[in-house]
């Protein structure tokens, strides 16, 4: 899988994940753009990560440049995608990466911790990709990996805001990938498991020493290749790949006294009976598959 010509952007590729995305595709050819402003864990600060994973590519005879932008500034975001058609001349890959850590029980977490959460993942994931999306349209060529988590996908116990913002993620990268299908735009999801500072303190130890990051990259990678699939929701860690749904059962139509909330009691059963349970490829098919039951 090659991606000679190719120009990707990584946001967060200053370490961790982002780092191992951006040295597989420019070992791979891709001209890479590796942003990060190299914050701590919860995003306070600054550091030149960004410069020294663009240094390693370098040294490695790739090419890259380092961009310092916040994904939670959409004027940054911008530019940051002017750097890339300035210098590489088209964008072709986006990966959603950049993200933050600000856990504690939803009882004390404060409202600034959602809210920075919540703008760096999701709001930082939209305005990533709101940069790219003309340029993308405009060349019938696009591929965006978004990064979601089993936290947003199945909840965990101390990321209320970190799981609200995953989940939103979802939402966003499902309705891109409606809206982008005609122009080869192709937006999938990962859910990564790995090793890196914003786990190292949650996951055992030998958990942490298995689950690399370079185990997660081969999905990344194939995610944004040429013949990516489209609107998937792909789970990754240690080399084991999942693939992650949200379904719906038949369910039942009620009416008369039945159409009551005694009568949604009596029929809980039947209601979440997975038997027959589809995967409806937008919203408009659970509107549909609701009007079908009318008879
Ligand atoms: P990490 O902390 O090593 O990487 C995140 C990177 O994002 C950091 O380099 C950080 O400087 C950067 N970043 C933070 N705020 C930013 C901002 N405003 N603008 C641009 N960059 C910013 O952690 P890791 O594990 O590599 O995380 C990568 C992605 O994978 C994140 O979105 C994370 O939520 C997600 N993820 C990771 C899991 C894991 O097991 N490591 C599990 C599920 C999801």
């Known amino acids: 899988m090659q991606f000679t010509d190719r120009v990707a952007i990584v946001t967060g590729a200053g370490g961790g994940l982002g780092r191992a995305y951006a040295l597989e595709l420019a070992r791979r050819g891709a001209r890479v753009i590796v942003n990060d402003p190299g914050g701590a864990r919860d995003g306070a600060g600054g550091s030149g990560a960004a410069d020294a994973v663009v240094a390693e590519i370098a040294a490695a005879g790739g090419t890259a440049l380092a961009d310092h932008g916040s994904v939670t500034d ?9 750097l890339a ?42 305005n990533a990709t709101r940069a790219v999306w003309g340029t993308m349209r405009a ?33 966003l990268a499902r309705t891109l990938h409606l809206e982008g299908a005609k122009y080869d735009i192709r937006v999938n999801t990962l859910a990564p498991t790995a090793g890196t500072r914003m786990t190292q303190d ?25 013949n990516a699939p489209a609107g998937a929701i792909v789970g990754a860690g240690a080399g084991v790949f999942q693939s992650a749904y949200v379904t719906l059962t038949p369910g039942i139509r009620l009416s008369g006294d039945t159409l009551s909330a005694e009568g949604v009691a009596a029929h809980w059963a039947a209601i979440t009976d997975r038997h027959g349970e589809i995967v409806p490829g937008s919203g408009a098919e659970q509107a549909l598959s609701i009007l079908r039951q009318l008879g």
Not at 74 to 82: E, K, S, Y
Not at 102 to 126: E, I, K, Q, Y
Not at 152 to 169: H, P, R, S, T, V
């Open 74 to 82: 959409m004027d940054a975001m911008a530019a940051m995608a002017a």
């Open 85 to 126: 058609l300035d210098r590489f001349g088209r964008i072709d890959i986006l990966i959603n990466n950049a993200g933050i850590l600000r856990d504690r029980s939803f009882a004390n977490m404060t409202p600034a911790d959602f809210d920075a959460v919540v703008a760096v993942h999701l709001t930082g994931t939209a």
């Open 139 to 171: 060349q019938g060529y696009g591929r965006i990996l978004m990064t979601a988590s089993s936290s947003g996908l199945f909840g965990n116990f101390g990321q209320a805001n970190y799981g609200a913002a995953k989940l939103g993620i979802v939402g």
């Open 202 to 226: 949650i996951l055992p130890e030998q958990a942490f020493a298995a689950l690399t990051p370079e185990s997660v990259v081969p999905a990344a990678v194939f995610l944004v290749s040429e």
